[in-house]
């Protein structure tokens, strides 16, 4: 017996008012961790070294990268572990909740570099446990004919995160106070999903697939997974050296309008997302959007490298921002369509999180060995091949 898509015929019958709260449950995962992670983080590595430090931001993305690949495979199997029990995500979402919280009391007390990693660590045990369970619980409850909107609801949560950045990074609200204010922003967001009965599940026990289903359905996800990867570690790199880039390059950018400019780049790409992942699951034209937005990414990192000014500067990372955001969340809708079959959600979506967070070794990599020596407009070139060779691998026939 194993897993597979199936209507399922309860009482509860699944509705589009359901991505509504779900969309607001992972804008509120999403403030969770985007202001710290690309803002506050740099700023408290400032405040604890008294100047950047791209060596312990460097090892920081490593550590932390590194904890939130395997803590949230391990969630993932968990979670399923559960279900399969006739339990639901929702307490683990809850505890994941309180776990973030928790460590956000660690990351505003810690004073020294040593401290700072553990509380690192930490955020990412349990921030992991809050991902999982609600992206697992979104696979089971979607059915497959809204996978594209889902897609394009979980863009939503990129303009909440911007939003939340802005006000994170405004020169009169120290870090400290930037922690508590997500402190308090974050359940609001969470807990009306969090609290609710779950949806029927669409992933049910049914018999195993024909043999040669299984080993195409296999190549396709593992492609998918490799295209992920390589648009990561495009978007990991730019998002966590972008105030460093800026700071090289131009000189002229404060955090607080990068900040702005980000909000912008993600109001721009939600409503993008959500039309294009309907057009997608309408025309099943999946690939063909994904390969317009990589173009977009590559073309947005190519101009920050050849700038000239702070302009284009700021127009090439606009350009790649929006395109990145709208491309890696509908490449997340089509992912959990091509699960193979056998594979719990829990699982294999922990399995293609790695793509989120196994780029932080590379990112790493190139933080310690290109910066250093060839600046960031190098950088800019190598992340821009990465999205072209993604583009060309997602072309492959049988995806």
Not at 36 to 59: K, N, T, Y
Not at 132 to 150: F, I, M, N, T, Y
Not at 373 to 381: D, E, F
Request: proline content about 5%.
């Amino acid at each position: 017996m194993t897993k597979e898509w199936r209507h399922d015929r309860t009482p509860r019958p699944y509705g589009r008012s359901y991505l509504g709260w779900y969309g607001l449950a992972w804008a509120g995962a999403t403030i969770a961790y985007q202001p710290f992670l690309s803002f506050l983080l740099p700023l408290r590595i400032v405040e604890i070294g008294g100047r950047p430090d791209p060596v312990l931001l460097s090892a920081a993305v490593l550590l932390g990268g590194l904890t939130a690949g395997l803590a949230n495979l391990g969630w993932g199997i968990l979670g399923d572990h559960v279900v399969e029990r006739g339990g639901a995500r929702r307490p683990l979402i809850l505890v994941g909740l309180a776990g973030t919280l928790f460590s956000y009391g660690m990351l505003a007390l810690a004073d020294s570099p040593a401290e700072l990693l553990i509380a690192l660590f930490c955020f990412q045990i349990a921030l992991n446990l809050l991902l999982s369970a609600l992206v697992a619980a979104a696979a089971d409850e979607v059915p497959a004919r809204d996978k594209g909107l889902l897609g394009g609801v979980l863009c939503v949560g990129a303009p909440a995160g911007a939003a939340a950045s802005v006000l994170a990074t405004l020169p009169e609200i120290s870090v400290e106070r930037s922690l508590f204010c997500t402190a308090l922003i974050v359940p609001i967001f969470v807990l009306p999903y969090a609290l609710q009965r779950h949806a029927p599940y669409e992933r049910l026990l049914v018999q195993e697939p024909s043999a040669d289903r299984a080993p195409e359905q296999l190549h396709a996800f593992v492609l998918l997974w490799f295209v992920r990867l390589l648009l990561q570690i495009a978007s990991k790199a730019m998002f966590f050296f972008l105030v460093y880039y800026f700071a090289e390059t131009v000189r002229q950018v404060r955090p607080t309008v990068l900040a702005q400019l980000t909000l912008i780049a993600a109001v721009g790409a939600a409503p993008s997302a959500l039309f294009l992942g309907r057009l997608s699951d309408r025309y099943r034209g999946h690939r063909t959007i994904l390969l317009v937005m990589i173009a977009a990414m590559a073309g947005g990192l190519i101009v920050m490298a050849v700038q000239t000014n702070w302009i284009l500067a700021l127009f090439g990372y606009l350009i790649f921002a929006c395109s990145a955001a709208v491309c890696l969340a509908l490449h997340a809708g089509f992912a959990m369509l091509r699960l193979p079959t056998g594979l719990a959600s829990g699982k294999g979506l922990g399995l293609l999180n790695l793509t989120n967070t196994l780029p932080a070794v590379a990112v790493a990599g190139l933080g310690m060995a290109i910066v250093p020596q060839y600046g960031y407009r190098v950088l800019c070139w190598v992340l821009a091949a990465a999205v072209i060779v993604a583009g060309g691998a997602l072309t492959y026939r049988r995806l």
